[in-house]
């Protein structure tokens, strides 16, 4: 079972003509309500993908009922209520699929080590525990310490690249960062990013058990110390939102190691599931379903 430990996005999508400039004020194209947070986009891909998923996050029901909506839809369990106001992300995404992304924390800031440590059952009854970087970093590291005490993989998805620091990158069995991320953590351990595969060395060298860095259309890299991996991305047309890829690939990931594939198996997965995203406006409305996946997959062997 793969429980996500996270954030709780409503998010407000903005499609634009350009990223909107210092002084300027621009018209948006179109406005969408999607159920978000980087934590939520991974749980819900578990439960689209797998039919079920534990997921510890803190919502308001005051707001977050287009969140529990799609919860209940896709079997994700687990998540609490507390705090006034649900997370909020304000998203501008171009024509060209970019996006940029103003995040207010809301209720995701009551998932304390205090909280984390009164729902260690749920870390119990989980194999894979997936982790990011949008609550605090100390309700982190507590689910991360109760995970590896108990015998749980536990995979870390260091975005944003703020608020952390070296303890937690090193004590994690796998750290899944895309570029710009990777480039924010290596200068914890004085790995510059000159190419991708000296950069996953340098990290485990210095002290990370395990990185997979996610590198849009160049595919992703792998590296344990003993394994190097490297997986092409698929070629799609028609990318329009790049919003949720990172976080289907995670969701991915972990759902396909959690079904016993090999680590090349998984992000072969989880590169299709994210492939499949990027042609769809919104972030959970973007996810595949776990056929949609299988499909793509025998497609591309044909």
Known sequence: MVLVVGSSNVDYVFKVDHFTREGETQRAES????????GANQAVTVGKLKGESLFLSCLSENDGQVLIKNFMRWNV????????YTGK???????????????YPG?????????????KKIIENSDIVLLQNEIPLDGNKKAVDIAKRLGKYVILDPAPAQNLDK???????????????????????????????????C???????????????????YYDGKN?????????????????????????????????????????????????????????????????VDAFLKNQKM
């Open 31 to 38: 406005f969408q309500l999607h159920p978000g947070g980087k």
């Open 77 to 84: 369990k687990g998540w609490k209520v507390c705090g006034e």
């Open 89 to 103: 992300a304000f998203i501008e995404v171009t024509k060209e699929g970019k996006n940029r992304i103003i995040i």
């Open 107 to 119: 209720a995701n800031s009551f998932l304390t080590p205090e909280v984390v440590n009164q729902n």
């Open 167 to 201: 303890d937690i990158l090193t004590l994690v069995d796998l750290i899944t960062p895309n570029e710009e991320e990777a480039k924010v953590i290596g200068e914890f351990f004085g790995c510059e990013f000159e190419n991708p595969e000296s950069f996953v060395k």
């Open 203 to 221: 990290m485990v060298t210095s002290g990370v058990k395990a990185v997979i860095v996610k590198l849009g259309e160049n595919g992703s890299i």
């Open 228 to 292: 190097l991996i490297k997986v092409d991305a698929f070629k799609v047309e028609n990318v329009v939102d790049t919003t949720a890829a990172g976080d289907v690939y995670n969701g991915a990931l972990a759902t396909a190691l959690d079904e016993g594939k090999s680590m090349e198996e998984a992000m072969v997965f989880a590169s299709a599931a994210s492939a499949i995203s990027v042609t769809r406006m919104g972030a959970q409305s973007s996810i595949p379903q776990r056929k949609e």
